[in-house]
């Protein structure tokens, strides 16, 4: 089969690689009818992430159940199904607390307590196409794809969606939904995010699901913030042109935003002077990002941090958590907790997610694309490459 394997820093390549096989009573082969690159495949394209080894990208994938494993009762060939980016198995200790993020069964060999994934040691759950610290599992930017503990995570399409309406539940809708959720957002907050990707549109968008009275969208790309405009409604922020912490609390009375969420995480803009502090302070990328959320909510406020961080930081903000009173929380999005119910919104028609979508191409283009949607241009916001 074609996929997208990468190799090394800033080189996938499209090319013939073996067809999966079920290798568990629990697996299904899925025929994979649409695929999307995704912001934090680039934290391995740009080796923020590492990986030694080749592997098969992608965790933002659906397509049509070709063959399925023994143990599985709830699906048939020829069923359609949407598939979570987190891999777990439905009934260990943390997936029976609703944590599937944490299960302790699909990354066997670097799953556990610590959580020192610099040191691949002690990660969480295992994730489609997204490095051997996270169980080294072959990803969905492929003709075909094994997913393990099928009976668990793919959730089945009713006939009406399209790919393009349901192919964000696979990861950055959930995530969005999931910066909102765990501020525990009632109705009648501002709710400010970081960062005008595919995620954070996605958490502006859950925002107003969720009864927020006012969304700001904060980036530095003109054309980021056009589509969060379009998009999700919301009021925009040009952080390259303005303080964008005052210009909040120039909204907001003085006070801060309720919530902030951070949806850019450790790959925000740095200047030379930056990026030469992190080499001496062993440090990948930046956390400027979720200070700039600390500063901007107000005291007593939620900070909520999708964007993904991978290594230790000097310098951090601790006693602003602390004199603020914030609560911090983050991780990766829960998908199998909240992909039920985000379909039924989809379904009846209470959010459009494929709107964010610029670019769909053939797999084969997969290369070409990563290396426009890493370098911001053509206007690229969403990629979804068709195997």
Known sequence: MKAAVFHKMKDIQVETVEDPKIEDARDCILRVTSTAICGSDLHIYNGMVPQARSMVMGHEFMGIVEEVGPGIQNLKVGDRVVVPFPISCGTCHFCNMNLPTHCENSNPEHYGPE????????????IFGYTDIYGGYNGGQAEYVRVPYADYGPRKVPDNLTDEQVLFLTDIFPTGWAGV???????GETVVVWGCGPVGIMAMKSAWIRGAKRVI???????RLAIARKSANAETINAADVDAVEVIRD???????DVCIDAVGMEADRTVLEKALNVVQMEKGSMKALEKCMDAVRRGGVVSVLGVYGSPYNNFPLYKWFDKGLILRGGQAWVHNYIDHLISLVQEGKVVLEDIITHTVPLSEASRMYDIFNNKEDNCLKVVLKP
Not at 115 to 126: L, N, Q
Not at 217 to 223: A, L, R
Not at 251 to 257: D, E, L, N, R
Request: hydrophobic share 40%.
């Open 251 to 257: 909204m907001t009375g003085g006070y801060g935003a």
């Open 115 to 126: 959580g020192e994934i610099v040191m691949a040691k002690g990660a969480g759950a295992g």
């Open 181 to 187: 959720d765990w501020a525990d957002v009632k109705g």
């Open 217 to 223: 969208g904060v980036d530095i790309q003109p054309y």
